[in-house]
């Protein structure tokens, strides 16, 4: 099972391997990261993501159409994505996106990161007879799919106290229980977002354009050259146009 190694990065080292866990280590000089991923049901993982490093690149070897959901529980992140758009993510925010517009760098801003990602892989979701189970919940994948990142948008939302409830358990699950609770959960999940629509939904801003983000970095770091140096928005805004 390598779907993590192909999708979060190929500098992944395999630290062990069986039918329901692999586990990873992503290191490079910032620090270090561990991906342990989960064989859910045939097409569906979920990894714990337990990162303490500033970021690292993304380089896919794989074209599978696979639907990821994020869950942030501790620390920040950010999106490069390959449309040249940033996506940012917080404790309590979910993130999705498929594989039309991929990350190529991820970024950690305070170095710690706690989450879980959901993966789908929709061809083999979609083979007949493959979802009859989930069809019976009313759970359409590419549906989920459609709703969410259909164009190959970048999605984020503040999760609502149900949705937060239920993945902040999945923390905290005692070892003997956990293949159990997370197929579960997951398909909990999976049915809130299959129901999900406008009106239930609490969408923040999806995405921010590259110059966007340049400008507000070369600011930030102006700003902490010199922290004696006061400057108004009015300066800030004719020095950066």
């Known amino acids: 099972m390598n779907v993590a190694k192909e999708l979060f990065s190929t500098n992944a080292v395999e630290l ?18 561990t991906l342990s991923c989960y064989f859910i049901a045939p097409g569906i993982y979920l990894c714990y993501n337990d990162i303490h490093l500033s970021g690292f690149l993304q380089t896919y070897e794989s074209d599978k159409k696979i639907l990821q959901i994020h869950h942030c529980f501790e620390g920040r992140a950010e999106y490069q994505m390959s449309n040249g758009v940033f996506g940012y993510s917080k404790p309590g925010s979910i993130a999705i996106y498929n594989w039309k517009n991929k990350p190529v760098k991820l970024t950690f801003p305070i170095s710690h990161y706690h989450g879980i990602s959901i993966l789908l892989d929709l061809d083999i979701l979609n083979e007949k007879g493959r979802n009859m189970l989930f069809e019976s919940f009313n759970i359409y994948f590419m549906a989920i799919n459609n709703r969410f990142c259909d164009f190959g948008n970048f999605f984020t939302m503040e999760a609502d106290e149900d949705i937060n409830h239920l993945l902040s358990e999945l923390y905290y699950i005692p070892e ?13 999940l ?10 239930t939904t609490t ?16 600011i930030a770091a102006l700003l902490a050259d010199d ?5 108004t928005i009015s300066e800030l805004s004719r020095m950066f146009n």
Do not use: C, F
Request: no cysteine; proline share 2%; aromatic share 8%.
């Open 203 to 218: 969408e923040i801003e999806q995405y921010y354009k590259k110059e966007t983000v340049a400008k507000v970095k070369r």
């Open 190 to 199: 999976l049915l809130i977002l299959a129901n999900q629509n406008s009106e």
């Open 16 to 33: 062990s391997s069986d039918e329901i866990l692999s586990k990873y280590r992503i290191r490079n000089d910032s620090g270090t990261g």
């Open 176 to 188: 003997k229980l956990k293949i159990p609770y997370i197929k579960l959960k997951v398909m909990e």
């Open 227 to 231: 922290l004696k140096k006061h400057y």
